[in-house]
């Protein structure tokens, strides 16, 4: 995990400001009808077992880097729209579909939950979220802008993430997880945009 990982506070690198003002732009084509009832929001934090193992094959940073198969400016050019088309060759997509966004070893991987990671394009990295215990950061917002942005950004303080982490004398061990469910992430006639990051952790030594 990054050195960001490892500061006191433990905020997610993820969380930078910087990345949602690029991730606005993703699939703007995509506009919701958003629920007549009142907002009201939510932001939870639990700790939770995965049992399976989770696979997402898409765009890694550091493969497009030494590859030059896609220009790069920085990790959170992976967040523009333009990067986030060349997801749509992925196959053996595993529905309803969710995208994730990895980080892991200082580098990110943003793409698709698959069924299986064969016979994938070579433009494509894969990664392999691992069983174990994850802090899990929940959130929904008014719409998508806000989802991504503001909302996720405060997301970590509004959930009191930090504070859990220390009662239960836990710390951040590895990778983070953005996670963006498609049939929630945009919200619905019924329900309001929600999204959630998912932290291995490990107990304090």
Known sequence: MSESMKKPNQTPESYSPVKPEILCEIEEKQKTVL??????????????????????????????????????????????GDKITLQENVINVKQPEIKRAVWANGDLLFGKEVTDINGQDEIYASITIPTGRYLKVSWNAENFDELVMEAMEKSWERAGAAAFLEENGLCIAGMGIETYPQDKVYGSETNYPEMYTLHAVKDKE
Do not use: H, M, W
């Open 35 to 80: 629920p007549i009832k009142p907002f009201v929001r939510f932001n939870t934090v639990t700790l939770i077992t995965l049992d399976e193992e989770i696979k997402v094959v898409g765009l890694s940073y550091e493969k497009c880097r030494q590859t030059g198969s896609v220009a790069l400016g920085s990790k959170f050019d992976l967040y523009s």
